[in-house]
């Protein structure tokens, strides 16, 4: 079965500018889908992005006030108003906006990268290779102010956490290795972050999922994510194909595996986990939607 871009919205309750896939090639619903993003960087939602960096900045996301402290080994951002940032995610989702999770771990990967360009002289140039046991415990809403703490446990090994009003909204590892090419991200655009290349791929696993009749009035929210691997950078205009294969479905969760392609081979592939729940109850639910 093949789904357009207007098909696939009359599935999962993304809306522009939050939707990152071009086309469902395959489905089968309940087991997998595949899905084409045929040029990430020319969406609305990227062109978006780059608008937010009007003048020069070091961070995407994250507001200029990064703190590093050396004895310590860790740094400290913040993102003062979520609101400032809901241009990005209008469409997640139209009339209850919530941060989308990838967005939140891109925020964090900024930090932790920020520290690493500090004090790793190898890392100037640092490619996010691992992300690891990564849990999304809260929704995050415009208004909230958020808490970006990121502390090295071994070389680029850093440990990233979130929070909003005290208490831990997202949390995991993420790996770092050295890699001329991942010099610059949006906007220049060398290469795109690849914590929000997840997004897409969690898309394609939510088609997989919400297609089903008894999941139709449900909304999936991204709950983990384990074991993930990024083997090459994403490059602006290279076109991805993103295979999503359910390991594990339940009448409140379910598991996919991911791998995304481009043709160059697998550019990534991990697990997610996500929480269903019905779409008005979103906001009650201690989890960050797709």
Not at 114 to 141: C, H, M, N
Not at 152 to 171: P, S, T
Request: proline content about 4%; hydrophobic content about 45%; charged content about 25%.
């Amino acid at each position: 079965m093949h789904l357009s871009r207007k098909e696939i919205q009359n599935i999962i309750p993304h809306r522009e500018p939050f939707v990152l896939l071009d086309e469902i090639t395959e489905v089968k619903f309940g087991e997998s889908a595949v899905g084409v993003v045929k040029d990430v960087a020319s969406y609305d939602f990227f062109r978006q992005l780059q608008l937010l960096s009007y003048k020069p900045k070091d961070f995407i996301l994250v507001d200029d006030n990064v703190k590093v402290d050396l004895a310590a080994q860790k740094a400290y951002g913040t993102i003062e108003n979520v609101g400032n940032l809901k241009q990005l995610f209008e469409g997640h989702f139209p009339g209850q906006p919530t941060l989308p999770g990838a967005l939140t771990l891109e925020a964090l990967a900024e930090v932790a990268h920020y520290y690493i360009s500090q004090t790793e002289p190898f890392y100037k140039g640092a490619f996010l290779k691992r992300i690891d046991g990564w849990r999304f415990r809260q929704i995050i809403v415009p208004g909230n102010e958020v808490e970006l703490y990121a502390e090295q446990e071994d070389g680029g090994i850093m440990l990233a956490r979130a929070k909003v009003n005290g208490k831990v909204a997202a949390e995991g590892k993420l790996t770092f290795v050295p890699d001329d090419h991942a010099v610059l991200s949006l906007p220049g655009q060398i290469t795109l972050p690849g914590a929000l290349i997840v997004e897409a791929m969690a898309e394609v696993g939510a088609v997989a999922v919400l297609g089903m009749e008894e999941y139709k009035d449900k909304i999936a929210f991204l709950a983990s994510i384990d074991d993930w691997q990024f083997h090459l950078p994403i490059v602006a205009r290279q076109q991805l194909s993103l295979e999503a294969s359910l390991v594990d479905l339940r009448r409140s969760f379910g598991k996919g595996h991911i791998v995304a392609r481009s043709n160059e081979g697998i550019v990534a592939e991990g697990y997610l986990m996500f929480g269903l729940g019905a779409k008005s109850d979103s906001k009650e639910k201690e989890a960050v939607s797709v």
